[in-house]
């Protein structure tokens, strides 16, 4: 059975800095993409960023230079590290995997939307709430 959690989600002010983790566990895809994903309140949910198995990294414009997402193979937990943050970053992060590895090497596709995280982004953890304050 596929699980991921992640964790540290919280409130900080504008300008300051989060770290989220995602451990992921009965996942045995060889040729793997993994991301995070947000959603507001009452809006969409967006992607953030994304990284394969191959390390080929993707960000959305919204959080490129800030965000640095990360994949630790031995212990497979992803990262994301959240620099420099803004009120419009607040919302709950959720981090996914992908089924057979579709999105490998198309984690640009992914981010930007052309490819749908619906169609193969098949693992989901709950959630970690972000809250920056300004």
């Known amino acids: 059975q596929v699980r991921l959690v992640e964790s540290g989600g919280g409130s900080v002010e504008a300008g300051g800095s989060l770290s989220l983790s995602c451990s992921v566990s009965g996942y045995t895809d060889t040729e793997w993409t993994m991301g995070w994903f947000r959603q507001a309140p009452g809006k969409q949910r967006e992607a953030v960023a994304a990284i394969d198995v191959y390390g080929t990294t993707a960000y959305a414009d919204s959080v490129k230079g800030r965000f640095t997402i990360s994949h630790d193979s031995a212990k497979n937990i992803l990262y994301l590290q959240m620099n420099n943050l803004k009120p419009e970053d607040s919302g709950t992060y959720f981090c996914?995997?992908?089924?057979?590895?579709?999105?490998?090497?198309?984690?640009?596709?992914?981010?930007?939307?052309?490819?749908?995280?619906?169609?193969?982004?098949?693992?989901w953890g709950k959630g970690t709430t972000v809250t920056i304050s300004s």
């Open positions: 996914a995997a992908d089924r057979d590895g579709v999105y490998r090497g198309h984690v640009d596709e992914l981010v930007a939307g052309t490819w749908s995280m619906h169609y193969a982004m098949d693992y």
